[in-house]
């Protein structure tokens, strides 16, 4: 997408709390959803089962008790087309692309005419583990200071949905490719890795390592979603082949 | 100023919270002044003085307790030269022109190359009174939904200073201009009124709001120091005489 995009669609937007672990910071995080316009939060396994009387949410309380709650970062983004991380370091994960935020506001705008696209917020203390990264696409970063990078996460939240609606004027739907969801994305990482393993390719000492790496290299396809079909379809007649031998 | 400014004087923004209730805020309004890097923290009759030891100030303890404390807003803007209040609303000051925040950004960025400029966030029950308002040049507001357009003090906060470092490349100091300071403007303002009152302009029942619209008036001017100065002593001079009849 070029740096034309000026529209945004706003419920295309999944906001995504991964492990917080203070009620306050996901009340937060409502409030300036509802401030900037979105309405779709997600949590990931939240430390605090209360979180859905949080004060902070002033006027966002409708929109926290329809927030749903997952077990897995997988099944929290499975119906998104695009899945992006947020971090505050400058190369956590070098396997992923890592995108100013202004540049990854207009990505996300022009994902949201396709389909729905995940923001990914990690835990106030460790932000996203190296396994949530692995359901990303690629990464964003806000713009703080070397020296003291780490944000609170309810205004690391605030900033990057301002930048989202900063810079457009209008709000709509147009129709017009039809990637792959995280869901077949998912699918298709698993039977790939299995097909692999079944094929004598992971070595027990760096399966993780190769399953991340896999991972990775599956969401860098940017695949429709026709084609992961058919490269499902594909996979699967290898693993039965593979397995019955 | 022209929308190609794209440096940030940090340590001439000035931010300034009025009447904050929760040092929770206050806290958090430091966090993200560390995260973008400013450091000039003002704090006009904070509702808690416990403060300085806000948790939510997370690594930014050092800014927090160097923060100075004043018991009026003129008092914590006299060494500015630009004074711009926030608010949530769109209307909440006739007499005070109200700027996007990107275009307040740009010209914030632009004053910081003349002098210091203050940005003032009210109460989290309140936000700034029409009293502070008379310490402003203009408002910025951010673009919140009319539906639910009040945020979280900590996170109007960060976004205002993330736009502020969004768009901007370089951080220098340039003198160019030399403006009149708030502590001038308020001289001028205070001198303007009496001069007024003992001429018999001012009417007892609309006292108050002469005053505010003179204040208004006088911050429109945008005066030089030089022209402050001057007019000061016009003003002076004709107070005398008025007084002496």
Excluded at 26 to 53: C, D, K, T
Excluded at 180 to 188: K, R
Excluded at 190 to 211: D, I, Q, R
């Amino acid at each position: 997408m070029s740096s034309l995009v000026k529209e945004l669609n706003l419920d295309r937007v999944v906001v995504v709390l991964v492990s917080t672990r203070n009620p306050l910071n996901i009340g937060a995080a409502a409030r300036a959803m509802s401030n900037f316009g979105f309405g779709e939060l997600r949590l990931v396994n939240p430390y605090e089962p209360s979180f859905r009387e949080a004060r902070s949410a002033v006027g966002a309380a409708e929109l926290l008790k329809r927030a749903k709650q997952y077990s897995s970062v997988a099944e929290a983004v499975a119906d998104c087309t695009l899945v992006v991380g947020t971090t505050a370091g400058r190369d956590r994960e070098p396997q992923l692309e890592l995108r100013p935020l202004e540049e990854a506001g207009r990505k996300i705008r022009g994902a949201t005419m396709k389909g729905r696209a995940a923001i990914l917020f990690g835990s106030e203390k460790r932000g996203l583990s190296n396994d949530d990264f692995t359901n990303c696409h690629w990464l964003m970063r806000i713009p703080t200071r070397d020296e003291h990078s780490s944000m609170n996460l309810g205004q690391a939240v605030a900033v990057c949905l301002y930048e989202l609606i900063r810079d457009c004027k209008t709000v709509v739907v147009r129709e017009t490719q039809n990637p792959a969801t995280a869901e077949q994305v998912e699918l298709l990482s698993e039977v790939l890795f299995e097909t692999l393993e079944a094929s004598g390719y992971v070595k027990p000492k760096t399966e993780k390592a190769t399953n991340a790496k896999l991972r990775h290299l599956v969401r860098r396809l940017k695949l429709s979603a026709d084609d992961a079909v058919s490269l499902l379809g594909m996979l699967r007649k290898m693993q039965w082949k593979v397995k019955s031998k």
